[in-house]
Each structure stands twice: as structure tokens, then as C-alpha cells.
């Protein structure tokens, strides 16, 4: 098992920037990738970014590519996403979620999720 813990979310303006945090922890060696998904209300959750064990394998949703930026530490077992030049439309609950397979972007392929924090951006 799995468990993952995600932290950072907030209130921010139109244009600012956010770091969120998630620590993993329990069998942390069987997750080859982590990745980030969202969701507004009323709405899909849907994929943003995701990461490889090691961080040399990246991908992002077209939507946050070039303004969200996913990374890794392995010695202490958390991943992060930082979120620049954010958009009203960016608001929704940011959940964390690991994967045995290898940077999927679907997620039915993440086997473990966080419960979520909030990320509100006023314009």
C-alpha cells in the first residue's frame, strides 16, 4: 500500500504562483511515477503533469505546459508542482497519485490518491 499526502493549496491572484507537496509513504519503491490531476466542479478530473522515478521522464496536459512545472525528491519521498502565471481557471482540487506504470496520463492507470487540497485562483 501506498499513502499519499498532499499539501500547498490556496487562495492566489490571477498571475501568481503556488508550490504544491506530496509525500508518499508505505511501499514508495513499487511506484515508478507520480503524477497531478484536477478537478473543477461540475467537471472531469483531468490529467496536469506527471514524473518518473527518476525525474528524466516528464509530461504536462496542454493546458499547464510552459506555466506548471513537476519535480521530484526522492530522499524524502515527495513530489511537487509548481504552478506559475495561474488563471481563474486553474481552480479546482488538486489530488496527487502514483502509478506502477510509466508516466501514464490516464487516470485509471494511478493505482493510489491523495485526498486532495484546494487551489482557488481570483481574477
Known amino acids: 500500500q501506498v499513502q499519499l499526502v498532499e499539501s500547498g493549496g490556496g487562495l492566489v491572484q490571477a498571475g501568481g504562483s503556488l508550490r504544491l507537496s506530496c509525500v508518499a509513504s508505505?511501499?514508495?519503491?513499487?511506484?515508478?511515477?507520480m503524477g497531478w490531476f484536477r478537478q473543477a466542479p461540475g467537471k472531469e478530473r483531468e490529467f496536469a503533469a506527471t514524473?518518473?522515478?527518476?525525474?528524466?521522464?516528464?509530461a504536462y496536459a496542454d493546458s499547464v505546459k510552459g506555466r506548471f512545472t513537476i519535480s521530484r525528491d526522492n530522499a524524502k519521498n515527495t513530489v511537487y508542482l509548481q504552478m506559475s502565471s495561474l488563471k481563474p481557471e486553474d481552480t479546482a482540487v488538486y489530488y496527487c497519485?502514483?502509478?506502477?506504470?510509466?508516466?501514464?496520463?490516464?487516470?485509471?492507470?494511478?493505482?493510489?490518491w491523495g485526498q486532495g487540497t484546494q487551489v482557488t485562483v481570483s481574477s
Open positions: 508505505g511501499r514508495t519503491s513499487s511506484i515508478p511515477s
Open positions: 514524473i518518473s522515478w527518476r525525474g528524466s521522464i516528464t
Open positions: 497519485a502514483a502509478s506502477r506504470r510509466l508516466v501514464p496520463t490516464q487516470a485509471q492507470d494511478y493505482a493510489y
